[in-house]
């Protein structure tokens, strides 16, 4: 004879064997759970192809309570090695890094940090995206910025360009700006041009001038030119050389009645000269070498 109890709820006698089934599902849940996450861990290991040392060095960095700046060149030199040779495919697919890259994102030591933030670019994690933004707009260090910026660029964040102009057009002390901006021109095309246009009128001069050069980068485009063309009457002679640089980029031709009057200009010589060679018109080269030939 089946034991039974009784439903708590209303009395009801409920047979054992319905308990069983019950107790028999969740087990059987629970076991497809694990099962999956078993399942899970394997093809994430699998599909981890980065070389031991730096699986090792990733873990020791997320232990290790003294990791300091050496520490963290150590292992940015191993990624510079093993990106040249295309050593580190499906990193966020590794263990070492979805095990320890929030716990190292989020560590007070600046150093884990920086850590977290080449690493993120590196595997191209857009999971810290929104709070890579936040970052860059803090008080954080100029080698933590350079990181974080880095890490949005290489994820091609599209949504960060106004705020990584705003920060590359400030020149900040330590940041190395140069080579971010060239990064940045070719990070995304499309929201670059659209920040440039955004901030091409601004009344802050860097950010003017900034806009000006990156769009310059681009295909030829009479907008920007016409733009230039007015920079070029209203702005002062030291701002001028910035939008004759611009010109030049853009081998904008006719450029002998622009500028002639500019050429005796003595900080303005040498982009006069670069821009005349640039263009596509005879008389501009021409010009060109008559004026090389003044100057020396």
């Known amino acids: 004879m089946l034991a039974a109890a009784t439903d708590g709820k209303h009395g009801n006698v409920v047979p054992n064997f319905k308990r069983n089934e019950k107790n028999r599902q969740l087990m059987n849940k629970f076991s497809l759970s694990i099962l999956l996450i078993f399942i899970i861990n394997i093809s994430y290991g699998q599909e981890c192809q980065i070389p031991n040392l730096l699986d090792k060095e ?115 002390k330590g940041l190395p700006v140069d080579i971010l901006i060239n990064m940045y021109i070719k990070y995304d095309t499309n929201a670059v041009k659209k920040t440039c246009w955004k901030f091409i009128d601004s009344d802050n001069k860097s950010q003017q001038i900034l806009a000006i050069q990156c769009l310059a980068n ?56 670069r821009a005349l060679e640039n263009s596509p018109t005879k008389t501009d080269n021409k010009f060109a070498k008559q004026l090389q030939k003044k100057k020396n």
Request: glycine share 2%; proline share 1%.
């Open 58 to 172: 990733i873990i020791e960095a997320s232990n290790n309570e003294k990791f300091v700046e050496e520490d963290f060149y150590r292992i940015n030199n191993l990624l510079f090695e093993y990106q040249a040779k295309d050593s580190l495919k499906n990193l966020n697919k590794c263990s070492s890094y979805f095990k320890n890259i929030e716990k190292l994102f989020n560590s007070e030591t600046t150093e884990k940090r920086v850590l977290a933030y080449r690493l993120i670019g590196v595997a191209n994690d857009s999971t810290f995206n929104n709070e890579l933004i936040n970052r860059i707009n803090s008080n954080e260090s100029s080698l933590l910025k350079t990181w974080s910026t880095t890490a949005l660029m290489a994820n091609n964040c599209g949504k960060a360009s106004d705020d990584l102009f705003v920060l590359f057009s400030s020149f900040p």
């Open 218 to 273: 681009f295909e030829k485009d009479e907008k920007l030119q016409a733009k230039l063309i007015e920079f070029l009457n209203s702005w002062d002679n030291n701002s001028k050389g910035w939008v004759i640089s611009s010109i030049s980029m853009q081998k904008m031709e006719n450029l002998k009645p622009i500028l002639e009057k500019y050429s005796e200009v003595e900080n303005l010589k040498d982009v006069i000269i």
